[in-house]
């Protein structure tokens, strides 16, 4: 009965001082679980190559080769004073008083000759042309059998020397002028032993080379007064052997002012 009692006693006591030791719980060991991290996508795992810097080459420069300077070609002056004294010489006995000379190749020989003009002291007086070529032989530039005008009435120089049909050999071309307002244009070229006459033209409005087509061969246009305001063009072209009338076409005499067409003008609507 005692033991109950004194056990019964201590509980008591150890119940109300709180002497008695608590319960020690070991702390909870935490498993190190791994991360779960995405897969990663092409684009992140694809690394950046930055691209191989190849240098430039230099460009390799090679020596040059000296240029020689095309040789200037001297001129003889004893030459040249022989050369004018003979046509000079030619021209007195020949009494012709030039208007003008040229000194250019006129034969495609690619020696130059003399080409002149002067007035022919006949009644009346006419444009006349001749050629002294190289060798010192003297051409007349003669126009056609029976021309009244000769190549002109009065003493011009309208004189060009040029190769106008493509065919490599130069002619000499003369315009001049009669009457009041008609243009001639006389065209000569070399043949084999003389100059011969390879085209006449005459007009009321004017004459004009010109190149439509771009074959080098320039075409010949020869006006004509059609009225007071329009001016009737005929083109001729070089054929190979000769200039033929190809073509016509009309322009305004005078550009700068209005112009009124043929049809549009009263009379031309009474009609």
């Known amino acids: 009965m ?49 691209p191989t810097q190849v240098p430039t080459p230099l460009p390799t420069l090679e020596p040059l080769e000296p240029t020689v300077p095309p040789a200037v070609p001297t001129i003889d002056a004893t030459h040249v004073v022989a050369t004018i004294t003979a046509a000079q010489t030619d021209l ?7 208007l003008c000379l040229r000194f250019e190749d006129a034969d495609g020989d690619t020696v130059p000759d003399w080409i002149g003009l002067y007035m022919r002291p006949s009644d009346p007086p006419r444009l006349s042309a001749f050629v002294i070529r190289s060798d010192g032989g003297w051409h007349d530039l003669n ?30 071309l003369i315009f001049g002028h009669a009457g009041t307002s008609t243009t001639l244009l006389h065209v000569f ?6 100059y011969a006459l390879v085209a006449a033209f005459e007009g009321n409005a004017g004459i004009a080379l010109e190149n439509h087509d771009g074959d080098l061969a320039e075409e010949i246009v020869v006006g004509y007064a059609k009225d007071s305001q329009l001016v009737w063009e005929v083109v001729y ?35």
Do not use: M
Request: contains cysteine; aromatic residues 8%.
């Open 92 to 98: 007195a006995a020949r009494e012709v008083q030039a």
């Open 2 to 50: 005692f033991s109950r009692g004194l056990l019964l006693s201590a509980v008591i006591v150890v119940a109300v001082c709180g002497c008695a030791q608590p319960l020690r719980v070991p702390p909870a060991t935490l498993a190190s679980q791994p991360a779960t991290l995405p897969a990663p996508s092409p684009e992140a795992t694809a690394a950046t190559v930055a």
């Open 143 to 172: 126009p056609q059998e029976g021309n009244q005008t000769g190549l002109g009435a009065y003493p011009t120089c309208e004189l060009e020397v040029r190769d106008i049909n493509a065919d490599a050999i130069p002619e000499v």
């Open 237 to 271: 072209t070089w054929d190979g052997l000769s200039y033929g009338w190809t073509w016509d076409r009309y322009r305004w005499r005078a550009l700068g002012r209005p112009h009124v067409y043929t049809t549009e003008r009263p009379e031309a609507r009474q009609r």
């Open 189 to 194: 070229a070399w043949r084999e032993d003389s």
